[in-house]
């Protein structure tokens, strides 16, 4: 596709339900990043994956937090039991190598919202 | 491991005035650094970036930053703000010596440009 494109744009769901969030990368990207941003908060890492394998979850805030990629393309971030403290903006990114050097690209996000 | 620091969570100026952000990095080997901005309710888009060459980088919309290793230092610039350049910046580095991974974000500069 011309961008990372994430669904749902927008989440509310119930303290204590799962959610999945997806990213479709950008085509013939080989790595995929997920990081959240809460409200008044920055960036925070969550995982990193380079065709199907994932050499750096050191960001997944706890065992609730996994995410999957398949065929080297479509990736999955789920939280199970959602916590309040889980709102936040998900955003997926997409590395291409070109020849002035490495370039992530974003996606719009995913907005959850935990009542 | 690398980090980011970016001084003042908010930098007011006025239409036409030099637009100044800064950011220093903390890093054993010079990294790769970025430039992102992000306008409200929308993801990140990359302004510039330095990876390698001429130390001036030039991005888009007028901006520009200068790596400058002797200060650890890859300030952001623009000659005269517009109202459209309302929006928060984010300055982030990845590791050039085992090679690029994941990006590391500062904690972000909300710029207000008023008339």
């Known amino acids: 596709g011309a961008g990372v494109s994430q669904s749902p744009s927008n989440k509310v769901t119930e303290k204590g339900k799962d959610v999945e969030l997806r990213c479709d990368p950008i085509?013939?990207?080989?790595?995929l990043y997920w990081y959240r941003q809460s409200l008044g908060q920055g960036l925070e890492f969550l995982i990193y994956?380079?065709?199907?394998?994932?050499?750096?979850k050191s960001g997944l805030p706890s065992d609730r937090f996994s995410a999957e990629r398949t065929g080297g393309s479509v990736s999955t971030l789920t939280i199970q039991r959602t916590q309040q403290e889980d709102s936040a903006v998900y955003l997926c990114?997409?590395?291409?190598?070109?020849?002035?050097?490495?370039?992530?690209?974003f996606g719009e996000g995913s907005w959850l919202t935990v009542v | 491991a690398q980090s980011v620091t970016q001084l003042g969570s908010h930098v007011s100026v006025s239409e036409g005035a030099l637009v100044l952000l800064r950011c220093n990095y903390s890093?054993?080997?010079?990294?790769?650094l970025f430039w992102y901005v992000q306008y409200p309710n929308q993801g990140l888009q990359l302004l510039l970036k330095?990876?390698?060459?001429?130390?001036l980088v030039k991005g888009i919309n007028g901006f520009e930053a200068e790596f400058k290793k002797s200060e650890t230092s890859f300030h952001l610039t623009k000659p005269s703000a517009h109202m459209s350049d309302a929006a928060e910046y984010f300055c982030?580095?990845?590791?050039?010596?085992?090679?690029?991974?994941?990006?590391?974000f500062g904690t972000g500069t909300r710029l207000l440009v008023s008339p």
């Open positions: 990114a997409s590395r291409v190598q070109d020849i002035s050097g490495n370039t992530i690209y």
């Open positions: 085509s013939g990207h080989t790595a």
């Open positions: 994956f380079q065709g199907n394998s994932a050499p750096d």
């Open positions: 890093s054993s080997v010079p990294p790769y």
């Open positions: 330095y990876t390698t060459g001429a130390t």
């Open positions: 982030a580095v990845s590791g050039r010596n085992t090679g690029f991974q994941k990006l590391v």
